[in-house]
Nanobody, 125 residues
Framework: QVQLVESGGGLVQAGGSLRLSCAAS????????MGWFRQAPGKEREIVAA????????YYAPSVKGRFTISRDNAKNTVYLQMNSLKPEDTAVYYC??????????????????WGQGTQVTVSS
């Protein structure tokens, strides 16, 4: 059974930074692509960033490109999301997700089979 546990969320002022972590267990983490998604109140879950199994390929949503960086450490079974220049519109619950059905990056929520419980990120203006 796969378990994903996010950490690192919190309250930050606009312009500030946070680093989210997602620790995985229960499967060979390094074989699969991972993604970060977010969901704000009243909105659908949306892709933030995704990374291939090796870390050699990444995807970013246009709204975060240039501000967020996704990375992974397969030896530690952990994926990270460094978030800089945060804006109030980045406020959401952030989820990490694991995709085992395909080796390439997915950008839709239904392409990922395993999910963490989420961590709240709140950016004040």
């Amino acid at each position: 059974q796969v378990q994903l546990v996010e950490s690192g969320g919190g309250l930050v002022q606009a312009g500030g930074s946070l680093r989210l972590s997602c620790a995985a267990s229960g499967r060979t983490f390094g074989d699969y692509p991972m993604g970060w998604f977010r969901q704000a109140p009243g909105k659908e879950r949306e892709i933030v960033a995704a990374i291939s199994w090796s870390g050699g390929s990444t995807y970013y949503a246009p709204s975060v490109k240039g501000r967020f960086t996704i990375s992974r450490d397969n030896a530690k079974n952990t994926v990270y999301l460094q978030m800089n220049s945060l804006k109030p519109e980045d406020t959401a619950v952030y989820y990490c997700a694991l995709r085992i059905s395909r080796l390439r990056i997915g950008t839709a929520a239904d392409e990922y089979e395993y999910w963490g419980q989420g961590t709240q990120v709140t950016v004040s203006s």
